[in-house]
């Protein structure tokens, strides 16, 4: 089992629309929990930050932290098309990042 | 702040030979710098470990005489490809971890990524 677990999509939405994306993982020493935007062909740029359970929000970007579940999702409010990248997730135990394979979002004009 | 850059940006070049990727952070100290690699469509892959002033970690699979990696100071580690092959084109992605101070140390930045072709 991989330590994180991420759909890779793609995923497609008309531009307005609320995108949820989430994560699995089975590590439940990961304590902090990130959320990456990496436009085609660009390096991953961070996007969110969490450590724990809970949710932080960022403007239209909203983290959730499920530690029971095991679960972390980000949500896109009002989407736009400059949101059209690929998004991944990573965890850290505070020695070692591991990351999703990312998910492909298409928000639509 | 928190701006890692990467250069080159691309390079093409023959197999055999050997090319270097600098990877810096701009604005702020790094003990801990980290080596990419990721292949289209994937995740990334974690080649090495790069700590200021000592010898990188290498993950398993990734051969430490192919992929020199030195971290010369607190901003800046390079990667060399020694003896490039085709299989070894890829787009190689730097990180940096903030040394303690000024920013948590469980966050990382990347550089935007050195596009590598060898032909």
């Known amino acids: 089992q991989k330590e994180v677990e991420q759909d890779p999509g793609p995923l497609s939405v008309p531009e307005g629309a609320i995108v949820s994306l989430n994560c699995t993982y089975s590590?439940?020493?990961?304590?902090?929990f990130m959320w990456y935007r990496q436009y085609s062909r660009k390096g991953p740029e961070l996007l969110m930050y969490t450590y724990s359970s809970g949710n932080k929000e960022d403007g239209r970007f909203t983290a959730q932290v499920d530690k029971s579940s095991k679960y972390i999702s980000l949500f896109i409010r009002d989407s736009q098309p400059s949101d059209s990248a690929t998004y991944l997730c990573?965890?850290?135990?505070?020695?070692?990042?591991?990351f999703g394979t990312g998910t492909s979002l298409t928000v639509i004009p | 702040g928190a701006v890692v850059s990467q250069h080159p940006s691309r390079v093409i070049c023959k197999s055999g030979t050997s090319v270097k990727i600098e990877c810096r952070s701009l604005d702020f100290q790094a003990t801990t710098m980290f080596w990419y690699r990721q292949f289209p469509k994937k995740s990334l892959m974690l080649m090495a470990t790069s700590n200021e002033g000592s010898k990188a970690t290498y993950e398993q699979g990734v051969e430490k005489d192919k992929f020199l990696i030195n971290h010369a100071s607190l901003t800046l580690s390079t990667l060399t490809v020694t003896s490039a092959h085709p299989e070894d084109s890829s787009f190689y992605i730097c990180?940096?971890?903030?040394?303690?101070?000024?920013?948590?140390?469980?966050?990382?930045?990347f550089g935007p990524g050195t596009r590598l072709t060898v032909t």
């Open positions: 590590n439940s020493a990961f304590q902090y």
């Open positions: 990573a965890m850290n135990t505070g020695n070692q990042f591991y």
């Open positions: 990180s940096a971890e903030p040394a303690s101070g000024g920013h948590s140390s469980y966050e990382q930045y």
